[in-house]
RNA sequence: GCACCCGUAGCUCAGCUGGAUAGAGCGCUGCCCUCCGAAGGCAGAGGCCCAAGGUUCGAAUCCUUGCGGGUGCGCCA
């Protein structure tokens, strides 16, 4: 149920007529027709740019257009006026009876009102956060979480198959720079003096794995070399990182399909298969890089390196994939991760990255053409800082000291309802100011409270329904016409309904989440004003307590607000509030 | 130096695969609770959409160049 696509329905049809009569060319593109909001709701209820687009391939002009379809429009019984405006736009008023309709029909539908068949079941993989196993997850891990998570489920919502993944960093040199730090705090543990040099992890949260690797194996590495216990050390330490992690995700609310572990791809081949598939392409070779302009290293010299022709798929220079001593770099085992999932048969990769890895989409993107032969899309997404506040004074972490703002620390303080929102109402792509107590004062420059208020405000209007004896379950109002429910105010809420199915799929086209954000804001604030309205004009109060039957007609457009509140909450993964504390 | 992202009201930001007179919140000005659903609402002021070219019937949106800000830039992860 779309309004906009019935009508856009509507108005193909409308021209097919038009080609069967040979008043237009049979042989026309009708993909950039649409049917949108216009502006100005004086101009009406929906507009159609379809003279203007099909002006040129028809060679007409846009207004003789649009007057011939005027009257295949008008004809429809559901739009009560079609008419011609400024360059060729036709636009539509809607019969009364369409926007008392709505409610119901939303209540029919019930959370599946704004579900899009548009992914046609394509299978999505989402990655997001894979964040190093090394330490909690700070501030920056948690936006791009909520981001991935909305995301995954936005696209859900869209008709989309989805896969929410972790890629474990486990594989790398970070992790022996761990289990070095996990075997000093073990030492430690022991009554032993420890210093934690550069290059090593010095955080608090390490101290308790010490001590359970104490408990774990007594006193059989102590004065050991690391040859004894490095290996065993690192994956007893990343297994409780992983642990540390998962219940980081959780508190949020953040739930993966599937956790895949870097380590995995090391001896097993599958990174040198991935590397063989790229060589059979003619896209691996050895070289000399020149060296990065403006900021060279100190210590650079040339150095022959295993090379892939990353510039052949648009890549700035070509990358390393082995370094000069033999070993693979970082990229080697992305590429075979990547490689992994393309073999899995998914139609759409999306990598959720953080900003400062901006400069590794090229690359990836590369890799993915090359793996796939260009069949499998790969996004990314990147998400910006955060910035944290506090009374508006920029609030100060220092990483050197390990002390840094932890994800546990945010959610504990504001909850995790409002981390989500908040981090939705801002773009991926642009810096994210978050200020601990502005997010949680209960006023209107708080979306997220004023979104909640409104949900609160319908549940509290259906509990004193009930009280007063009149039967507001939504099996009964999805029966109930909203014809006691015609005032301006009241079709205007009627019409933001309408237009959710529309944002959803224009959301999930962009991937940008923070649309329904965005939305959820605008919808609220029209029932907010509908609201205030029934304090000069008692009519417009959803609950007329001498009146059950003009009760339950307006209650069902509140009703079918809240359960568009609550779909909306639902992607964003913030729980609808009942009532305001 | 190069790449990517960003530049919209005093501030923080939306702006629909290009559409009509560019929007919201904060702040500012004025108004709305003797009783009723004010944690709210209504109205007003405030804009060279960074600049200059280009494409188009039509550009904040697409292209080019310049300016300004952020991020990143071999054998780290």
Not at 10 to 28: F, M
Not at 96 to 122: F, T
Not at 176 to 204: K, M
Not at 517 to 523: G, I, R, T
Request: proline content about 5%.
């Amino acid at each position: 149920m779309n309004l906009f696509s019935e009508i856009g329905t509507l108005v193909t049809d409308a021209i097919g007529k038009l080609q069967t009569e040979g008043r237009l060319p049979g042989e026309l593109n009708l993909g950039p027709v649409t049917v949108e909001p216009p502006r100005d709701p004086a101009h009406g209820d929906m507009a159609t740019n379809a003279a203007m687009v099909l002006a040129k391939p028809a060679g007409q002009k846009p207004r003789d257009i649009a007057e011939a379809l005027v009257p295949h429009l008008s004809a429809d019984p559901r739009v009560a006026e079609a008419s011609v405006a400024g360059p060729g736009f036709i636009n539509l008023r809607l019969s009364g009876a369409v926007w008392q309709a709505l409610p119901a029909a939303v209540l029919k539908a019930g959370e599946a009102y704004g579900r899009s068949a548009m992914g046609q079941g394509q299978r999505v993989n989402v990655e997001y956060v894979s964040a190093n196993p090394t330490g909690p997850l700070h501030v920056g891990h948690t936006r791009g979480a909520v981001f991935g998570d909305a995301l995954a489920a936005l696209l859900d919502y869209a008709g989309y198959e989805v896969t929410r993944e972790y890629y474990i960093n486990d594989g790398g040199a970070q992790v022996d720079v761990l289990a070095r730090s996990v075997y000093l705090r073990y030492l430690e543990a022991h009554g032993h003096e420890v210093e934690f040099a550069e290059g090593t992890y010095p955080g608090d949260y390490l101290i308790a794995v010490g001590a359970a690797l104490k408990e774990e194996v007594g006193e059989a590495y102590l004065d050991q070399p690391e040859e004894v216990w490095l290996e065993k050390v690192r994956l007893f330490a990343t297994e409780r990182m992983l642990d540390l992690i998962r219940e980081d995700l959780a508190l949020l609310g953040v739930k993966m399909d599937v956790f895949f572990s870097e380590k995995s791809l090391y001896g097993t081949g599958r990174i040198e298969a991935a590397i063989e598939s790229l060589r059979d392409k003619g896209l691996i070779y050895k070289g000399v890089l020149e060296p990065p302009k403006g900021k060279t290293p100190e210590d650079w010299e040339p150095r022959e390196q295993t090379l892939f022709k990353s510039t052949e798929y648009g890549d700035d220079v070509d990358r390393p994939i082995m370094k000069s001593d033999g070993a693979w770099t970082y990229f080697a085992p992305d590429i075979a991760y990547h490689y992994d999932k393309v073999e899995r048969g998914f139609d759409l990769l999306i990598d959720v990255f953080g900003a400062d890895h901006g400069g590794y989409v090229k690359r990836m993107k590369a890799a993915v053409a090359a793996l796939s032969q260009e069949k499998t899309p790969l996004d990314i997404k990147l998400t910006q800082l955060v910035k944290l506040y506090k009374n508006g004074e920029p609030f100060k972490m220092s990483k050197r000291a390990g002390t840094f703002v932890t994800l546990r620390d945010v959610v504990e303080e504001v909850g995790s309802d409002v981390t989500r929102f908040v981090m939705l109402t801002r773009k991926n792509d642009a810096p994210l100011d978050f200020d601990f107590d502005k997010v949680l004062e209960q006023s209107k420059d708080n979306p997220v409270f004023y979104v909640q208020y409104a949900h609160a405000r319908i549940s509290s209007v259906l509990r004193k329904a009930q009280a007063a004896g009149i039967d507001v379950s939504d099996a009964t109002l999805a029966g109930i016409d909203a014809t006691d429910a015609a005032h301006p105010s009241e079709l205007a809420l009627a019409k933001k309904l309408a237009e959710w199915p529309r944002l959803v799929e224009i959301a999930a086209r962009t991937s940008e989440p923070h649309r329904v954000a965005f939305y959820l804001y605008e919808l609220a604030s029209e029932l907010h004003a509908l609201w205030n309205r029934g304090n000069d004009e008692p009519e417009l109060r959803f609950l007329q307590e001498d009146n059950p039957a003009t009760s339950q007609s307006k209650i069902a457009l509140a009703r079918a607000v809240s359960v568009v509140l609550a779909a909306g909450l639902g992607i964003l993964g913030v729980e609808p509030a009942e009532e305001m504390r």
